[in-house]
């Protein structure tokens, strides 16, 4: 379940979306990547074959590239807001190598000193 601050609930326009997406990070292993959180405009996320909803909390619209549904099923996310200079930066607190740890059956793991993606 992805579950969004009232902050990142208040910064998120009606015509947007969060999307996880997934960055290959390795060549010769095809199942090897990266997650990343960011903003889309929702209508080119919801015709897209290449990314899934994911369940949240009721009016938000959270999704996440078909590579990393796997690794973010049955998982607790949450996601926050912060502004930097008047730009929007949408966090989650996943740990900044959590697709990697993903991949290799080790994502339940702590992250030492905790971390933001």
Do not use: K
């Not at 903003?39 to 290449?50: I, K, L, M, N």
């Amino acid at each position: 379940m992805i579950h969004l601050t009232p902050r990142a609930r208040e910064e998120l326009h009606e015509d947007e979306a969060l999307v996880f997406d997934w960055h290959r990070v390795a060549i010769c292993c095809a199942c090897a990547g990266e997650v990343s959180l960011r903003r889309a405009p929702r209508h080119t996320v919801q015709d897209s074959r290449s990314y899934r909803p994911l369940p949240s909390e009721r009016g938000t619209r959270v999704y996440a590239h078909r590579m990393a549904v796997p690794h973010l099923a049955r998982r607790e996310v949450t996601i926050d807001c912060r502004r930097t200079l008047g730009v929007r930066r949408f966090r989650s607190d996943l740990p900044p190598d959590f697709g990697l740890r993903a991949v290799l059956g080790r994502a339940g793991e702590p992250t030492p000193g905790g971390g933001n993606s």
